[in-house]
Nanobody, 124 residues
Framework: QLQLMESGGGLVQPGGSLRLSCVAS????????IGWFRRAPGKEHEQISC???????FYSDSVQGRFSIWRDNTKNTTYLQMNNLKPEDTDVYYC??????????????????WGQGTQVTVSS
């Protein structure tokens, strides 16, 4: 059983930055692919970035060039650096874990473990 906990959300002005963290606790957490999703109320989860256990990364078109993902397996933590934030980035952000050995860009329904979410609000 894997448990995930996000932190780092908050209120930021347009053009600002935030860094989200996702701490995984449980056996073999370093072998899971980690995805970052966001979901506004009434909408489906949107995967915006993910990273495999071998550190291969993926970004959605909406965040490519503005967000960066990396992981530190010594700390069981995956990070999402979000730069040049826009009001449309306002959402609840979730991290999730997938047992895939290769790849990480999968629908949210295929991720087995989820964190509780952290709110990101971009507003002046």
């Amino acid at each position: 059983q894997l448990q995930l906990m996000e932190s780092g959300g908050g209120l930021v002005q347009p053009g600002g930055s935030l860094r989200l963290s996702c701490v995984a606790s449980g056996p073999d957490s370093g072998y899971y692919a980690i995805g970052w999703f966001r979901r506004a109320p009434g909408k489906e989860h949107e995967q915006i970035s993910c990273i495999t256990s071998s550190h291969k990364t993926f970004y959605s078109d909406s965040v490519q060039g503005r967000f960066s993902i990396w992981r530190d397996n010594t700390k069981n933590t995956t990070y999402l650096q979000m730069n040049n934030l826009k009001p449309e980035d306002t959402d609840v952000y979730y991290c999730a874990a997938h047992q895939a050995l290769t790849g990480c860009s999968f629908p949210g329904s295929e991720f087995s473990y989820w964190g509780q979410g952290t709110q990101v609000t971009v507003s002046s």
